[in-house]
């Protein structure tokens, strides 16, 4: 890859402040996944204020607003320019919507009583 892409800088591993600083620096995350499910990483770069440019899949398609908080699009280079000129502030705003008691009540909101008839056959 090094080879390919002499321009790109290779930063290797890392964790903690070392990766939130890497991260909050950067000017776009790129999520070139057709195949990733929610995409953690992408809230994760929302909340750090940097925008995220994907391709049109499960997972981007439910947390990326063109123009908004990045870009999705067929051609991941053109969600790459566009998402540059996402307001970063934005993104943090959108990913602060996010929490533990709004996934536990958006799950609960969800849940339906039991047929009787599966109740009947537990009780059996």
């Known amino acids: 890859m090094k080879a390919k892409y002499p321009d790109?800088?290779?930063?290797?591993?890392?964790?903690?402040?070392?990766?939130?600083t890497c991260m909050r620096d950067a000017d776009?995350?790129?999520?070139?996944?057709?195949t990733d499910t929610f995409g953690l990483v992408?809230?994760?770069?929302?909340?750090?204020?940097?925008?995220?440019?994907?391709?049109?899949?499960?997972?981007?398609?439910?947390?990326i607003q063109n123009g908004?908080?990045?870009?999705?699009?067929?051609?991941?280079?053109?969600?790459?320019?566009e998402a540059l000129k996402v307001d970063r502030n934005a993104c943090r705003a959108f990913a602060e919507t996010f929490s533990w008691e709004r996934c536990t009540d958006q799950?609960?909101?969800?849940?339906?009583?039991?047929p009787q008839a599966l109740l009947d056959q537990a009780v059996s």
């Open 42 to 63: 992408i809230l994760e770069s929302l909340a750090s204020g940097v925008p995220v440019a994907a391709y049109p899949a499960p997972g981007p398609i439910d947390l």
């Open 107 to 114: 799950f609960a909101s969800q849940l339906k009583p039991a």
């Open 28 to 34: 776009c995350f790129v999520f070139p996944s057709l």
């Open 68 to 81: 908004k908080n990045g870009w999705i699009s067929e051609d991941l280079a053109e969600s790459i320019r």
């Open 8 to 20: 790109v800088e290779f930063v290797g591993y890392k964790h903690g402040e070392e990766l939130a």
